[in-house]
T-cell receptor
Framework: AQKVTQAQTEISVVEKEDVTLDCVYETRDTTYYLFWYKQPPSGELVFLIRRNSFDEQNEISGRYSWNFQKSTSSFNFTITASQVVDSAVYFCALSEARGNNNDMRFGAGTRLTVKP | NAGVTQTPKFQVLKTGQSMTLQCAQDMNHNSMYWYRQDPGMGLRLIYYSASEGTTDKGEVPNGYNVSRLNKREFSLRLESAAPSQTSVYFC????????????FGSGTQLSVL
């Protein structure tokens, strides 16, 4: 089965610092999908981004950017000029393409604290 | 915009008691899921239902049963609760397909004493 590792349990930065959250995955499939979700203190998980295994283009959305590298099985997430509102637990997830089943597996999460 | 609705939000049980967590979605999604979230473990899939009438085990199905009552509703039952089932439970739904993002409910905090 697929596996996702987020080695950083907790990260603390000061506002306006850049921060990168690491995600390493394992899968035997050639077709798969990677995701990032955010869980703010309110508790509800919110989708941030999705990438398929055939698209290694990096993506930028405002202060957020994602670096997908199949060679190292990594899908890292960078927040530029962090803000207090970025404080949350961030989860990386992997889903293998098997028909209509969506057996999505999550990493353990990285708790990001941004201090003013 | 209800999305995914879970009930109850909080529950305290004694060991051996049973209970059912309810989940409903109003997005006409085919697929529904139950996850549990524990410190240091992330979210782990308990059961999922790819479509109405089907259910499949996830990573940690032991001690749980599920029912896909109809397209909207997917319930999770603990027949005989154990302290190891103390956790936060999330229901989610999505369109069919491995590439689809999940929409989550607000969670149920369950304590088993």
């Amino acid at each position: 089965a697929q596996k996702v590792t987020q080695a950083q349990t907790e990260i603390s930065v000061v506002e306006k610092e850049d921060v990168t959250l690491d995600c390493v995955y394992e899968t035997r499939d050639t077709t798969y999908y990677l995701f990032w979700y955010k869980q703010p203190p309110s508790g509800e998980l919110v989708f941030l981004i999705r990438r398929n295994s055939f698209d290694e283009q990096n993506e930028i959305s405002g202060r957020y950017s994602w670096n997908f590298q199949k060679s190292t099985s990594s899908f890292n997430f960078t927040i530029t000029a962090s803000q207090v509102v970025d404080s949350a637990v961030y989860f990386c997830a992997l889903s293998e393409a098997r028909g209509n089943n969506n057996d999505m597996r999550f990493g353990a999460g990285t708790r990001l604290t941004v201090k003013p | 915009n209800a999305g995914v609705t879970q009930t109850p939000k909080f529950q305290v049980l004694k060991t051996g008691q049973s209970m059912t967590l309810q989940c409903a979605q109003d997005m006409n999604h085919n697929s529904m899921y139950w996850y549990r979230q524990d410190p240091g473990m992330g979210l782990r899939l308990i059961y999922y239902s790819a479509s109405e009438g089907t259910t499949d085990k996830g990573e940690v199905p032991n001690g749980y049963n599920v029912s896909r009552l109809n397209k909207r509703e997917f319930s999770l039952r603990l027949e005989s609760a154990a302290p190891s089932q103390t956790s936060v439970y999330f229901c989610a739904s999505s369109e069919a397909g491995a590439n689809e993002k999940l929409f989550f409910g607000s969670g149920t905090q369950l304590s088993v004493l």
